[in-house]
Nanobody
Framework: QVQLVESGGGLVQAGGSLRLSCAAS????????MGWFRQAPGKEREFVAR????????YYADSVKGRFTISRDNAKNTVYLQMNSLKPEDTAVYYC??????????????WGQGTQVTVSS
């Protein structure tokens, strides 16, 4: 089992930026595909971005493409989500997730507790 702890959420004005971090436990972090998801009030959890084990491949939801960047530092067991040009519709709880199976498009099976991001207009 891997433990994931998100940080970096907060309140920001529209057009602003935030960087989320997710620290993972365990010695096999570098083999995991990592991802970010979000859930807005009254809505289902939705995919935001994913990154391959070595950071060489990334994939984004259309709604964040060009504004958000996912990255990772395997030496620090940490994955990041840089969020720029934030919009009120980005307001949600953001979750870090791990796909331990190795398949880039496989399911995520470990989740963090989430961090709140609120974007004011």
């Amino acid at each position: 089992q891997v433990q994931l702890v998100e940080s970096g959420g907060g309140l920001v004005q529209a057009g602003g930026s935030l960087r989320l971090s997710c620290a993972a436990s365990g010695r096999t972090f570098s083999s995991y595909v990592m991802g970010w998801f979000r859930q807005a009030p009254g809505k289902e959890r939705e995919f935001v971005a994913r990154i391959s084990w070595n950071g060489g491949s990334t994939y984004y939801a259309d709604s964040v493409k060009g504004r958000f960047t996912i990255s990772r530092d395997n030496a620090k067991n940490t994955v990041y989500l840089q969020m720029n040009s934030l919009k009120p519709e980005d307001t949600a709880v953001y979750y870090c997730a791990a796909n331990r199976g190795g398949n880039y498009y496989g399911p995520f099976d470990s989740w963090g507790q989430g961090t709140q991001v609120t974007v004011s207009s």
